[in-house]
């Protein structure tokens, strides 16, 4: 723990002028950002009485070990610096949501020639138009169902437009009418783009004038006797109206609006948004965060303004943003939010009428999605604060270890020996810092041996980069040749070339656990201490935890720890070791996958899948190719005389593919090595492929 005198600027070192703060701790890694109209009088703040500070607040600046800063012209540009940084460094003590889940978008391709209407989670693309929100994928397929009948625009992946464009047969929905069918030239690019404008259109909430245009049309077919025509339009009608009831007018004078609502108590908070389009609810999402720094409501909405626009332009951005209080001060995000559209918009508090009502309806979405967030055990603040207590005080801690690493060894017989680290900070799951590791030190099955392996290589690591910083020197430059975020073994690059620029951006090993689990016994914890103390780390705390009766060892006891099986701290620990067991066992068969897929145009170096796929085409198997000469692989695209010659040698050295065998008979199957686009070993399927019943996972 930090002494904040320690690295307190000096008397007139800090400017007075609006910037950006970072906070670092004694690993240089950034765990808080903040900005301020004064940097001056904001730093200040800090550095007062610990007593005077906030609890959540004094635990940062403990925490920190130094404190920098950057210099801005004005608020609005601070307020852009901060949520770069916040999005770049992921500091831990700062505010950041938390969304439950991936929300699905209606979109629409406008980017493509024949634009396509589909649903889209993730990242938004330029050039397709977005509609939503929403709560469930389904809700956009009903919706979508029911406008195909009146705006019958492509749905289809590029796939099948292709395949039904080169057979001349349209899919199912040409047949019933719920698709133009523009891959067999029913309708042209130029038809078929108006009418995906008039579905976005729609979409956007402008409805009233085309419902009333396909009225007219109806009475008009009526009055000409065109009793068929007129069904049509007046079913058109029923089903834009069924769609339209799905999205009830909340607000009467078509108002473009988001709607944020904070629900909070001491620890955490909700926040819930309605998106609001032409005057319907068009779309919904919510955001859960722990409060590690004490902050009021008016904060709070700043931040999930900064999340909720950080990256969106233009009509993303609405005219009107309804919240429940405003940012101190409101001018500067107001201007932020005016940027980020390209025209006014209009922050602020609603005071009564529709949209009055319309927040308070938030607010209460807001403190239900906070209440069932308290309900989830695994993301409860307090209970992971009492798992944390629990396992300090089991292992007789120092204090509460807010990083824990485990790993876990898992091959198949022998074969494919990987590892596998998984990291959680502060009881949760912390996936980017996940690594992987091919066990290369020595061949065959044993646990220990690659545990010691493993621990050795991952802390050797963060030696060297201790040593980078200048953390830790003895005048030995400690090289490894880990590589790749899966750990392997190459010996070509040293891990100082490796390194990064030391910016508090997260790197591979930098940062050291306060605990280290391994799942396994009393030999794999032994296994993991000796490795720590031949590279001279004391200040890490090491366990193991055994599967069959979940019984915590320590290094050098004869027995282990025994939690009870009510123990939130024995729950942590299962989670750890189970998700370790989990990542290894799927890079394990990743592996083996990948083994069994390959062939020997896998070892020619320089060799591609670009023209390893060329070269199958070409002769149609590897047989073929293997009986082919020099000048006859030259014949290939892309193929020159070096290439050709280093791709017979590897094929003449490589063993002949094994028969195919019928298993049903015994009898040789004498066919040509069939070829896949996955693969290019060119072997049949035989029956000495590996029984997974044979060999246990581990």
């Not at 030995?476 to 790749?484: N, Q, Y």
């Not at 794999?524 to 780390?537: F, K, W």
């Amino acid at each position: 723990m930090a002494d904040p005198s320690s690295y307190r600027p000096r008397p007139g070192e800090i400017p007075d002028s609006p910037g950006v703060y970072r906070f670092r701790d004694e690993h240089r890694r950034v765990i808080y950002v903040g900005k301020a109209k004064s940097l001056r009088q904001r730093l200040a703040n800090y550095f007062q009485d610990l007593a005077n500070l906030h609890p959540r607040t004094r635990t940062m600046v403990t925490t920190a070990a130094s404190v920098e800063w950057t210099v801005v012209s004005t608020e609005v540009e601070a307020l852009q610096l901060e949520y770069s940084w916040i999005k770049e460094y992921d500091p831990r003590f700062n505010v950041k949501y938390r969304d439950d889940k991936s929300y699905p978008y209606l979109a629409v391709t406008m980017n493509e020639e024949f634009p396509r209407v589909q649903v889209m989670r993730g990242h938004k693309k330029k050039g397709v138009r977005y509609f939503g929100p929403y709560g469930h994928a389904w809700a956009i397929r009903d919706t979508v169902d029911l406008l195909l009948r009146v705006f019958p625009v492509r749905t289809c992946s590029a796939g099948v437009f292709k395949n039904a464009a080169r057979t001349g047969r349209p899919c199912l929905l040409g047949y019933i009418g719920k698709c133009s069918a523009p891959c067999v030239g029913r309708i042209g690019p130029e038809d078929h783009r108006e009418l995906a404008d008039e579905f976005c259109d729609f979409m956007a909430g402008r409805t009233g004038a085309y419902l009333r245009r396909l009225e007219k049309q109806m009475m008009e077919a009526a009055e000409e006797m065109e009793y068929e025509r007129a069904g049509r339009l007046r079913d058109d009608i029923e089903a834009l109206k069924k769609a339209m009831e799905k999205n009830a007018v909340v607000l009467a004078d078509a108002t473009d609006a988001d709607l944020i609502a904070v629900a909070e108590d001491e620890l955490e908070a909700a926040v819930q948004i309605f998106h609001v389009r032409g005057g319907r609810v068009r779309g919904q999402r919510g955001w859960v965060t722990d409060k590690v720094e004490e902050i009021t409501t008016g904060a709070l909405v700043e931040h999930a303004l900064q999340q909720l626009y950080g990256e969106e332009t233009g009509d993303a951005v609405p005219k009107e943003v309804l919240v429940p209080a405003l940012p101190e001060p409101a001018l500067p995000v107001q201007e932020w939010l005016t940027g980020r559209r390209g025209a006014n918009v209009s922050l602020r508090i609603p005071q009564r009428g529709d949209k009055r009502a319309l927040m308070e309806t938030v607010q209460r979405n807001a403190q239900q999605a906070l209440a069932l967030h308290k309900t989830k055990r695994a993301s409860d603040l307090t209970t992971r604060s009492r798992a944390l207590e629990e396992i300090a005080e089991a292992l007789d801690l120092d204090s509460a270890p807010l990083r824990i690493e485990c790993y876990d060894i898992s091959h198949l017989q022998g074969d494919d020996v990987v590892a596998s680290m998984v990291v959680f900070e502060d009881g949760l799951q912390r996936k980017s810092e996940y690594r992987r590791f091919q066990i290369k030190g020595f061949v065959g099955q044993d646990d220990v041996r690659s545990m010691h392996e493993v621990i050795t290589r991952r802390f050797r690591r963060y030696l060297a980069e201790k040593e980078k910083t200048g953390e830790w020197a003895d005048g030995s430059g400690t090289e490894d040749t880990l590589t790749g975020t899966d750990g392997t073994l190459t010996g070509a690059d040293t891990i100082t070339d490796s390194l990064k620029d030391d910016d508090g951006r997260p790197r591979k090993f930098a940062y050291p656990p306060q605990l280290v689990v391994v799942d396994g016994g009393q030999p794999q914890v032994a296994a993991a201490r000796r490795a720590l103390d031949e590279l001279g780390i004391d200040d890490i705390a090491v366990c193991g935890l055994a599967k069959r009766l979940e019984e915590v060892w320590v290094p050098g006891e004869d027995d282990p720890v025994v939690l009870p099986r009510t123990s939130e701290g024995l729950y942590l620990l299962q989670r750890v070791r189970d998700e370790a067991h989990r990542f290894a066992i799927t890079y394990q068969r990743t592996k083996r996958a990948k083994r069994f897929r390959a062939g020997p145009l896998d070892d020619v170096p320089g060799l591609g899948e670009t023209r390893k796929q060329a070269l199958i085409k070409h002769f149609g198997s590897v047989k073929k190719l293997r009986s082919a000469t020099i000048e006859q692989i030259q014949e290939v695209p892309g193929i020159g005389r070096k290439t050709a010659e280093t791709i017979a040698v590897a094929l003449a050295q490589a063993a002949p593919a094994a028969p195919a065998v019928n298993t049903a008979t015994g009898e040789i199957i004498e066919e040509e090595e069939p070829e896949t686009a996955a693969g290019s070993s060119g072997e049949p399927v035989t029956a000495g492929f590996p029984d997974e019943r044979r060999g246990q996972e581990t």
